[in-house]
């Protein structure tokens, strides 16, 4: 389905919709299905295509940020921003919970995934963390906020350039009913190229 709200999620449409979610001029809500993820094949051998993203499309340089508050429990929760060709080639970067902590992760799918981790030892699931992910061209970066704390760089990657989708995501591989606010989420021109302030 789509969001009828005007605004915020206009042109946003779902790629495995959840069963429980809410689109409204303050933000997006919503609530995992059992058993999703994104994945393809490194190291566990499997192929996941059924996590939850919401997505609008995109061509060209843009900067796509979000503000998410996520009730991370259980093994490998996950929440945060999908950029996405198909099904075989994604970028999904977000918080991850993995031992018992929050980590800033992200995994960069060209026909096989590709996982890094930053551990957050200092963050508490109800800490909000704001997102961005900016595309210069065929190069992909990353950055991360918790708490109202400075930009941080979690990765710079080569990517695809071409017409793609991008949004939010929400995936619990071992459960359903993770619970995910995504607010202030923009769509705007890449910020500047400078990668050091």
């Excluded at 790629?15 to 995992?32: C, F, K, V």
């Excluded at 997102?131 to 760089?153: E, K, N």
Aim: contains cysteine.
């Amino acid at each position: 389905a789509m969001a009828d709200e005007g605004g915020m999620f206009d042109g946003f449409e779902w790629l495995n919709e959840p069963a429980r979610w809410r689109a409204e001029a303050s933000g997006l809500t919503t609530e995992t299905d059992e058993a999703t993820d994104f994945w393809q094949s490194t190291f566990y051998g499997f192929e996941r295509d059924s996590g939850h993203a919401f997505l609008k499309a995109v061509e060209g340089d843009f900067s796509f940020e979000a503000t998410v508050i996520g009730g991370y429990e259980q093994l490998y929760d996950q929440a945060g921003l999908m950029l996405r060709v198909d099904s075989r080639n994604w970028i999904k970067t977000g918080i991850e919970y993995t031992d018992g902590l929050m980590h800033f992760s992200v995994v960069a799918t060209r026909e096989r995934s590709d996982w890094s981790v930053i551990p957050l030892p200092d963050a508490k699931p109800a800490d909000e963390v704001r997102m961005r992910l900016t595309r210069h061209g065929d190069a992909v970066r990353i950055q991360y906020a918790v708490g109202g704390d400075i930009w941080r760089m979690a990765r710079l990657c080569p990517f695809s350039d071409s017409a793609a989708r991008i949004g939010v995501m929400a995936c619990s591989p071992e459960r359903g009913g993770l619970k995910v606010r995504f607010r202030d989420v923009m769509l705007s021109p890449p910020i500047a190229r400078t990668l050091h302030a």
